[in-house]
């Protein structure tokens, strides 16, 4: 069966250094990964997804995310944080043969001044 | 693009009550799908439609549950005889064919039951 792991359920850094928040997949045959971003009481935003192709995907306000297959993994990365990107992070995978997503548990990012 | 809507955003109500909840996807997208967030937890997928069509329905839809996308434009959730479980954030999402297309969610309703 098809499964995320989020391993963190938060994760502090301050501002200006480089963020990474961690996502594992197990699924039957090739995967399509996304990331997504809640904000209080708001639905899910879309940040990025992998298909096919290049391993590492920029996405949207600056993330990118490091598709590794060995690793089974599709860490969510940032150069420099921002106070605002501070909010709940979920890993998604489209299970093969549906187009329902399976999410992780979510990671909370707190970004500190 | 005005985004996926759904209504209302919040609802409180007693146990043994139905209500029934509204979602306005994309206009040009032909997917639409319900999940179930509980605090804490990542959301779980309720049920999907293609156009009217209902193609897949999650275990966790009980007979008390029950979608309908009739005209293949908006859809309703609704819930029979509410219980307390029932409690959690409604999402919809709606897409554009195929498993590689992003989806994109409403603010969710929020379902609290006395």
């Known amino acids: 069966a098809q499964s995320v792991a989020q391993p963190e359920d938060q994760v502090n850094v301050a501002e200006g250094n480089p963020l990474t928040v961690k996502c594992t997949y197990s699924?039957?045959?090739?995967?399509?990964l996304f990331w997504y971003v809640q904000y209080p009481n708001r639905g899910l935003q879309f940040l990025l997804k992998y298909i096919t192709g290049d391993n590492l995907v920029k996405g949207s306000y600056g993330f990118e995310a490091e598709f590794n297959k060995s690793q089974t993994s599709f860490h969510l990365k940032k150069p420099s944080a921002l106070v605002s990107d501070s909010a709940l992070y979920f890993c998604a995978v489209s299970a093969v043969n549906t187009d329902k997503l399976i999410f992780g548990t979510g990671t909370r990012l707190q970004v500190f001044p | 693009d005005t985004g996926v809507s759904q209504d209302p955003r919040h609802k409180i109500t007693k146990r043994g009550q139905n209500v029934t909840f509204r979602c306005d996807p994309i206009s040009e997208h032909n997917r639409l799908y319900w999940y179930r967030q509980t605090l804490g937890q990542g959301p779980e997928f309720l049920t999907y439609?293609?156009?009217?069509?209902?193609?897949?329905k999650s275990r966790l839809l009980s007979d008390r549950f029950s979608a309908e996308r009739p005209k293949g434009s908006f859809s309703t959730l609704e819930i029979q005889r509410t219980e307390q479980g029932d409690s959690a954030m409604y999402l919809c999402?709606?897409?554009?064919?195929?498993?590689?297309?992003?989806?994109?969610f409403g603010d969710g309703t929020r379902l609290s039951i006395l």
């Open positions: 439609f293609q156009n009217e069509a209902q193609l897949e």
């Open positions: 999402a709606s897409s554009s064919t195929g498993g590689n297309q992003p989806q994109h």
């Open positions: 699924v039957s045959g090739n995967p399509y």
